[in-house]
C-alpha cells in the first residue's frame, strides 16, 4: 500500500468529505523563550501513532450547546465565521477546550455553574468550571488531503498558558502516552506530521508580527497550497 510524507496510507478511488475538527496550541511564557504544549500519540492508533501533535479532534454536537464563561473576542469570531457559520464555529471554538481537556487534563475555564446531559462536557463542568473562549486566537485553517483514509476540517487556535487553571498536565484520556511543554527548537525536532510543522512555523511568524494574514493549508490534485483567509 503506498503511503504519504507522513506515512499515512494513501487512499484510493473516491475521496472522504473532511470532518469539522479543532486544534489548540497553548503557548507559555513564564521565563525563558516560548514553549508549546506537545503531546505523542499512543503506539495503538490506527492514524498518526507515535506522532507528535497538538490537542485536538473531531466536533461533537455537545460543543453546540456548553454554556461557557465567556465567548470570543469580536476580532477572532469574524475571520473564524468566514469558514464556518457562527454556531459552528463557536462549537469548533469549544471543541478545542473540551479536547485539550480530554487529552491533557489541563482546564481553560473560568469558576461557574454548568449542566450537561452530555458525557463529552460532563466531567470538565463537575469541577466548577465553564469553558473560557476569550484567550482563543484564531490562527490557521487546514483540511486533510483527498487522499487520506481520514480527513479533517481543522481549525487551529492559540492561547497563552496564563488563561489556564493549572499549567501540569495530566495523562487525560489515555490517547497521547506523553505530554510536555517544549521550546520551539525543541519542538521543532520531534517526528511531527507535515501539517503540524507547517502551523508550528506560522504560529511562530505570528508571536513575531500579530498581524499577519491567517494561514490556509489546502491540497488541490496533490499540492499542497497556502492561502489567506
Same mark, same amino acid.
Not at 468566514?82 to 475555564?109: M, N, S
Not at 510543522?197 to 511562530?204: G, M, P, Q, Y
Given at each position: ?6 506515512? #499515512?496510507?494513501? /487512499?484510493?478511488?473516491? +475521496? ?5 475538527? =479543532? ?18 500519540? *499512543?503506539? !495503538?492508533?490506527?492514524?498518526?501513532? %507515535? ?17 461557557? $464563561? +465567556? ?12 469558514? =464556518?457559520?457562527? @454556531? ?6 469549544? =471543541?478545542? #477546550? ?11 475555564? %473560568?469558576?461557574?455553574? &454548568? ?12 469541577? &466548577? ?7 482563543? %486566537? ?22 497563552? *498558558? !496564563? ?29 511531527? @506530521? +507535515?501539517?503540524?510543522?507547517?502551523? /508550528? $512555523?506560522? #504560529? $511562530?511568524?505570528?508571536? +513575531? ?12 490534485? &496533490?499540492?499542497?497550497?497556502? /492561502?489567506?483567509?
Amino acid at each position: 500500500m503506498r503511503v504519504d510524507e507522513d506515512n #499515512v496510507p494513501i /487512499l484510493p478511488g473516491r +475521496s472522504l468529505r473532511p470532518k469539522d475538527a =479543532a486544534t489548540l496550541l497553548l503557548i507559555r511564557r513564564d521565563g525563558g523563550p516560548p514553549r508549546v504544549l506537545m503531546g505523542r500519540r *499512543a503506539r !495503538g492508533h490506527v492514524f498518526m501513532a %507515535q506522532k507528535w501533535v497538538f490537542p485536538g479532534g473531531r466536533i461533537h454536537p455537545s460543543d453546540f450547546r456548553v454554556p461557557v $464563561a +465567556s465567548e470570543l473576542a469580536d476580532h477572532v469570531a469574524t475571520p473564524l465565521c468566514r469558514t =464556518a457559520p457562527p @454556531p459552528r464555529a463557536r462549537a469548533l471554538a469549544a =471543541a478545542a #477546550v473540551r479536547e485539550l481537556f480530554e487529552e491533557t487534563g489541563l482546564v481553560l475555564g %473560568q469558576p461557574g455553574k &454548568g449542566v450537561t446531559r452530555s458525557p463529552e462536557w460532563r466531567d470538565f463542568l463537575g469541577l &466548577g468550571y465553564l469553558p473560557h473562549l476569550a484567550p482563543l %486566537q484564531f490562527v490557521g485553517r487546514a483540511i486533510t488531503p483527498r487522499v487520506r483514509p481520514r480527513r479533517f476540517d481543522a481549525r487551529f487556535f492559540m492561547a497563552d *498558558a !496564563g488563561a489556564l487553571v493549572s499549567l501540569d498536565p495530566t495523562s487525560g484520556s489515555g490517547e497521547l502516552d506523553e505530554i510536555a511543554w517544549f521550546r520551539w527548537d525543541e519542538a521543532e525536532r520531534l517526528d511531527l @506530521p +507535515s501539517i503540524t510543522r507547517a502551523i /508550528l $512555523a506560522d #504560529v $511562530a511568524a505570528r508571536l +513575531s508580527d500579530p498581524t499577519r494574514p491567517i494561514p490556509y493549508h489546502r491540497f488541490d490534485a &496533490g499540492k499542497h497550497r497556502l /492561502l489567506d483567509l
